[in-house]
T-cell receptor, first 115, second 110 residues
Framework: GAGVSQTPSNKVTEKGKYVELRCDPI?????LYWYRQSLGQGPEFLIY????????DSGLPNDRFFAVRPEGSVSTLKIQRTERGDSAVYLC?????????????FGPGTRLTVL | QKEVEQDPGPLSVPEGAIVSLNCTYS??????FMWYRQYSRKGPELLMY????GNKEDGRFTAQVDKSSKYISLFIRDSQPSDSATYLC??????????FGAGTRLTVKP
């Protein structure tokens, strides 16, 4: 079956602009996660959704970052007033029910470059 | 000190060698231990999953967890050039608190 998909695969923007990154999870997965991976580092947790609600947003670095999942499926990560330090690969993952024991499946990521 | 420590390498071995990768961690609440493989410009893919202490074998791959030492390992036997990738250790407790190591970049030379 189809895996997690993310669009766009690459996004180049200018400092100060607004960007949206989209994630389509595996069908039927109730849990969805966003991570950020900087060069030479492992993925860093940003936010976790269970259904439509953000169950844990403790990883969002500041209030410029926001994510939604209005129908419990597709999610959008939104970044306002982008800064050069936001440049990274943004990964989305989904799992069947959530929780530490549940396997997370990752998408290919969106490579964001802020000039 | 980071919650999960992993030597970033790079590690280069000849084809057929046994590869040993490892991570240490500080959070005793971690119970689930994973190894992900990540090819260049791709998302991480789950390679091995272990609950609590012990060993798990899958083909050429063996994962070991020693909770008393807070130390996990991944062994790759008969390494192949196609194993060249970055290997990420990851671990979590009962909550959705998965933490990753920095990843070790492995190159297997033909």
């Amino acid at each position: 079956g189809a895996g997690v998909s993310q669009t766009p695969s690459n996004k180049v923007t200018e400092k100060g602009k607004y960007v949206e990154l989209r994630c389509d999870p595996i069908s039927g997965h109730t849990a969805l996660y966003w991570y950020r991976q900087s060069l030479g580092q492992g993925p860093e947790f940003l936010i976790y959704f269970q259904g439509t609600g953000a169950a844990d947003d403790s990883g969002l670095p500041n209030d410029r970052f926001f994510a939604v999942r209005p129908e419990g499926s597709v999610s959008t990560l939104k970044i306002q007033r982008t800064e050069r330090g936001d440049s990274a690969v943004y990964l989305c993952a989904s799992s069947l029910i959530g929780g530490g024991a549940d396997t997370q499946y990752f998408g290919p990521g969106t490579r964001l470059t802020v000039l | 000190q980071k919650e999960v420590e992993q030597d970033p390498g790079p590690l280069s071995v000849p084809e057929g060698a046994i590869v040993s990768l490892n991570c240490t961690y500080s959070n005793s609440a971690f119970q689930y231990f994973m190894w992900y493989r990540q090819y260049s410009r791709k998302g991480p893919e789950l390679l091995m999953y272990t609950y609590s202490s012990g060993n798990k074998e899958d083909g050429r791959f063996t994962a070991q967890v020693d909770k008393s030492s807070k130390y996990i390992s991944l062994f790759i036997r008969d390494s192949q050039p196609s194993d060249s990738a970055t290997y990420l250790c990851a671990m979590s407790g009962n909550n959705n608190d998965m933490r990753f190591g920095a990843g070790t970049r492995l190159t297997v030379k033909p």
